[in-house]
């Protein structure tokens, strides 16, 4: 991050065109106010989330140079879509082409947030998601969606993503609970397919209530992925990493906004190593993680 504050600009809502959704697609798109050829986050929101939230990483990332688009799936409790409805069972692909909506047309999503247009590199794009919109980025990145039986299904790879974060996402299926069986039949990803390089966020205190096994659940897209891949695992870090989805969330049950500001930076970091080259943000975090001990653990492969 850069020692002064830096301005950032927000437009929304970015319209984009898709067919069969029944929903519009609306997009809020952010970014500095100035410097030019600026990487972009595309960033999908856990369930029942929108484009207002996550407000911790969203502007600390435009903070640190990226322009970040982020769609409100239909999961969104703004829709009211709820698990009992049958457009729910249908909800995974619709994220995932939501994404691909975004990626195929993000000339014209950047066209329409005037402040932003000409100020992009449209060769650095990279996807992130926490939990469901994980497992959603995941399959931009290359990840499958095992049915019931354990056959893979189609590929839903999107060739613009060049790098992505996974940040408290989905292990695989075979430990999904009964409840999970039954409700969330889609939470069986393929990791074996997903090539693009990606760093993994896992919270040391993330006990899952839709697995039977524990927080190491949430690092089975690291181990199970082809290199190259990283793992960053944050001991006391519960689903919420101290709140990233916003400060005072119902659901962040372990508040840490330090926390909150070490995950954003290491996104950063990470996707600045990756896609620009520029390794000096990821050695620093490096020697940051080495410094706190226990409190973080970096692996790659």
Do not use: C
Request: no cysteine; glycine share 10%; charged share 20%.
């Amino acid at each position: 991050m850069p020692d002064q504050p830096v301005q950032i600009v927000s437009v929304k809502p970015v319209p984009v065109p898709t067919t069969g959704r029944g929903v519009d697609l609306e997009v809020k798109v952010t970014a500095p106010v100035s410097g030019g050829q600026l990487p972009v986050i595309v960033f999908s929101h856990g369930n029942a989330w929108s484009l207002d939230g996550y407000g911790p990483l969203v502007d600390r990332w435009a903070a640190a140079g990226f322009i970040v688009v982020q769609p409100t799936h239909l999961d969104s409790r703004r829709h009211g879509i709820g698990i009992d409805d049958p457009r729910f069972a249908s909800i995974w692909r619709t994220r995932i082409a939501d994404l691909h909506a975004v990626l195929d047309g993000l000339d014209d999503v950047l066209d329409r947030a005037a402040p932003v247009t000409a100020r992009v590199d449209r060769d650095r794009v990279a996807v992130v998601g926490h939990s469901w919109g994980g497992q959603t980025a995941g399959a931009i990145l290359g990840a499958g969606v095992l049915d019931a039986d354990g056959n893979p299904g189609e590929s839903f790879i999107h060739p613009a993503a060049a790098a992505g974060v996974l940040i408290g996402t989905t292990g695989t299926g075979d430990s999904l609970t009964a409840f999970a069986r039954e409700h969330l039949p889609f939470m069986r990803p393929d990791y074996s397919t997903m090539t693009t390089p990606a760093l993994i966020v896992a919270g040391g205190r993330d006990q899952s209530a839709m697995s039977t096994r524990g927080p190491d659940w949430f690092t089975d897209a690291y181990h199970l992925s082809p290199a190259p891949k990283r793992l960053l695992t944050i001991a006391e870090a519960e689903h919420t990493f101290g709140g990233v989805a916003g400060e005072k969330v119902a659901e962040t049950t372990d508040e840490d906004p330090a926390r909150v500001a070490f995950v954003a930076d290491a996104v950063s970091a990470y996707l600045l190593d990756v896609l620009d080259r520029e390794a000096g943000p990821w050695a620093a975090l490096e020697d940051e993680a080495e410094t706190a001990g226990s409190a973080y653990d970096i692996n790659t492969t």
